[in-house]
């Protein structure tokens, strides 16, 4: 219930992320972009071949308290057109980040760093890393780690934040579609365990439902148990996914996620 293609910042093309999923034994898949929804349609039709049972997916950036929060978004109406408008704007919230961080690097001297950190994306979301990119062809800097240090990383010029919107917002917009909003990865956060608990209490409060449970192919046994255990405890269905977005990183290996326990409702009989 959680993966990414190309379409954000995955290594694979929908259809050879449905492709591999299947490989893998996986009988269930949401793929889940970041902020988008332009791989769903491939990644249906390859499920129709493959016989994988689609859900329709996306993973949404949002803030919490100040903080970056990542919210799932499960088997919602694909042709909402709240949800789209949404979308749309997750695009120019981020189309607008890399204007600003191009226009800070232009007033260093750095000419054309929109067009050229374009260039590297090809055709996905500009990120940091492809601004890094054209000032290593630029020849300003020698390698990531450089450009990072002296222009992109904290506190330097290219250092620019985006300005998501608030957890209840996004929230509405899954449940306004008919879709189930599950909290993704809460062990990712640095939470302490009455921040998460606030958290999830927001989370409800919204309209939320789901709780990962289980992140990653390398999650523990306990950590399983002890989420498994919260999200019971705050009357939350519990959600599972690889996060896999390159075959080269075992560690959210499609397929290879380990078994819910049996005390817990999961998320998919919200539609099955
Ligand atoms: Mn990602
Ligand atoms: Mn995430
Ligand atoms: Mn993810």
């Known amino acids: 219930m ?3 293609s190309l379409r954000s910042d995955g290594a694979l093309s929908p259809q050879a992320l449905v492709e591999l999923a299947a490989e893998q034994g996986v009988s269930h898949l949401a793929l889940t972009d970041h902020d988008t929804l332009a791989g769903v349609a491939e990644a249906r039709q390859a499920a129709l071949t493959t ?17 970056g929060i990542h919210v799932v978004g499960l088997n919602f109406d694909l042709t909402d057109s709240a949800l789209l408008a949404a979308i749309g704007r997750m ?7 890399s204007e600003q961080i191009a226009e800070r690097l232009g007033k260093l001297g750095f ?21 890094a990119q054209y000032l290593i062809e630029l020849g300003v800097v020698k390698d990531f780690n ?23 917002e996004v ?8 879709g189930v909003a599950v909290i993704a ?20 409060e919204a309209g939320g439902k789901a709780l ?34 390159s075959p080269g990183m075992p560690w959210q290996m499609l397929g290879r996620t380990g078994q819910l326990p049996d005390t817990i409702a999961p998320v998919w009989q919200c539609w099955s």
């Open 212 to 245: 990962e449970v289980i992140s990653g192919s390398d999650q523990s046994p306990d950590q399983t148990r002890n989420l498994a255990a919260l999200a019971g405890k705050m009357g939350l269905y519990a959600s599972v996914g690889s996060d896999f977005h």
């Open 171 to 178: 929230v509405g917009w899954i449940v306004a579609a008919g």
């Open 185 to 204: 990865h809460p062990l990712k956060y640095d939470l302490t365990r009455t921040k998460l608990v606030a958290l999830l209490s927001s989370f409800l």
């Open 146 to 168: 450089q450009a990072f240090k002296r222009y992109l990383g904290n506190g330097k010029a290219g250092d620019v934040r985006h300005q998501w919107p608030e957890l209840a």
């Open 91 to 97: 695009a120019t919230i981020r189309q607008q980040r």
């Open 2 to 4: 959680h993966c990414h």
């Open 51 to 67: 016989g994988i049972d689609l859900i329709n997916g996306v993973e949404f950036s949002c803030q919490w308290q100040n903080r």
């Open 111 to 131: 000419p054309g760093c929109l067009q050229g950190a374009q260039r590297y994306a090809n055709g996905a979301v500009v990120g940091r890393p492809h601004f």
